[in-house]
Structure formats: C-alpha cells, structure tokens
C-alpha cells in the first residue's frame, strides 16, 4: 500500500530555533505538496515541489526524489507559525494528491 | 486576493436528511475538487471536477454523494442521506491548472458538518 509517513508528529519549539519537518513516502511521486493547516482548520499551500529546493521567506523545502524524502525547514521560528503541517504527494501512477496525517507544531514566546 | 469561499461554515443535521455544501472556487480557475477530513485524521480525497464531469473519485465517493456546478460559479457536494460516519470538515479547493502539471491548489476554509 502507498504511504506518506511525517515525522515528528508532534513538535514543541522555542521561538527563533530552526525547525525541520519530514516527509517520506513508499513509491514514486511526481509532485509533493507543503500545506499549512491553521488551528481554526483552514489550508493553505506553502510549496509545489518535484524536484529540488524551493524558499518562500523563512520557509525553505528540499525533496530527494531517489531517497523518497522531503523535508521543510522553517528558520527563526515564530509562535505565528504554530499549526499543523501537511504533506502530501501525486504518485506516478495517478492525478490526485494524497496526504500524510500532518506534523503539529507549537511555537513558544 | 482571490479566494475559495464556503458555506455553510458549520452544519449540524440529522441522520438520514439531504445535505448540500456550497463553494464559489476562484474566478478563473477550472479544477474543482472536494477532501474531507475527519476529526482527527487525515485529509482524504473525494472527487475531482472539469468541464462540467467528474473527472476522478475516490472510494470514499459513493452514490450518497454528487456533485454539480449548477451556475457556473457554485461548485456544491450534496449528500443525500447523511450517516453519522459523514460527520466531517470538507474542503473545497480549487486550479487553475490540473494538478497533473503544476497547478496550486487553493482551499477554502472549509465547512464543518455534524450528523447527530
């Protein structure tokens, strides 16, 4: 079966310190999608990545297409950016994106 | 900025009555899809739609469910005989460009529905 594992599930952070997230998936992908989900529940894209290194401000996010792996970075990091995140990948074998179960990270003044 | 708006925020219903969910994707955009996500698990997706079909399914999209762009600006998901298991947040999102190619998607803030 296809899986998209994220670890850690759970991540507690003091502000200003690098944060890393990872995402690992079983097969082959064609496209990896970064998401913001807000406490409040809505979703917001951060990064569309298939190959390389993409950086938006203080996100950065790299994909290891031979070692199925991705990872976002988020450096200085802010209690705004307290929120759940979200990766899910487009296998090679279909259209639709399919998502892990999310990293909750919880930024401390 | 454009955005993907939802109504009804949140809905409660009873078991076994119609329920349809309303998303106005933004202006230009073509794709139109509907995730849910259960209380404490992941995203899932339900179905994609182009040019007026559906153009992908998931198993989770039975025949309770439709969906249809009635007006050419509502994108709705109806279920027709809510179960308890439906309680959900669905998620309308919405491109400009198939997600085959590189397209972002852009979700709406959702809609919260309660089956009692």
């Known amino acids: 079966k296809n899986e998209v594992e994220q670890s850690p599930q759970n991540l507690t952070a003091q502000e200003g310190e690098f944060i890393t997230i990872n995402c690992s998936y079983s097969?082959?992908?064609?496209?990896l999608h970064w998401l913001q989900q807000h406490p409040g529940g809505g979703i917001v894209s951060l990064f569309m990545?298939?190959?390389g290194k993409k950086k938006h401000g203080r996100l950065i996010a790299t994909i290891n297409i031979q070692e199925k792996h991705s990872s976002l970075h988020i450096t200085a990091s802010h209690p705004r950016d307290s929120a759940v995140y979200i990766c899910?990948?487009?296998?090679?074998?279909?259209?639709?994106?399919?998502f892990g179960t999310g990293t909750s990270l919880t930024v401390i003044p | 900025e454009p955005e993907v708006t939802q109504t009804p925020s949140h809905q409660v219903t009873q078991m076994g009555q119609e329920v349809i969910l309303r998303c106005v994707p933004i202006?230009?955009?073509?794709?139109f899809y509907w995730y849910r996500q259960i209380l404490g698990q992941k995203v899932e997706f339900l179905v994609s739609?182009?040019?007026?079909?559906?153009?992908?399914k998931s198993e989770i999209f039975d025949d309770q469910f439709s969906v249809e762009r009635p007006d050419g600006s509502n994108f709705t998901l109806k279920i027709r005989s809510t179960k308890l298991e439906d309680s959900a947040m669905y998620f309308c999102?919405?491109?400009?460009?198939?997600?085959?190619?590189?397209?972002?998607?852009?979700f709406g803030e959702g809609s919260r529905l309660t089956v009692l």
């Open positions: 999102a919405s491109t400009s460009r198939e997600l085959a190619g590189d397209g972002e998607l852009f």
């Open positions: 097969v082959g992908i064609s496209a």
């Open positions: 990545l298939s190959s």
């Open positions: 899910a990948v487009r296998w090679n074998t279909g259209n639709q994106f399919y």
């Open positions: 202006s230009n955009h073509l794709y």
């Open positions: 739609f182009y040019n007026n079909e559906i153009s992908e």
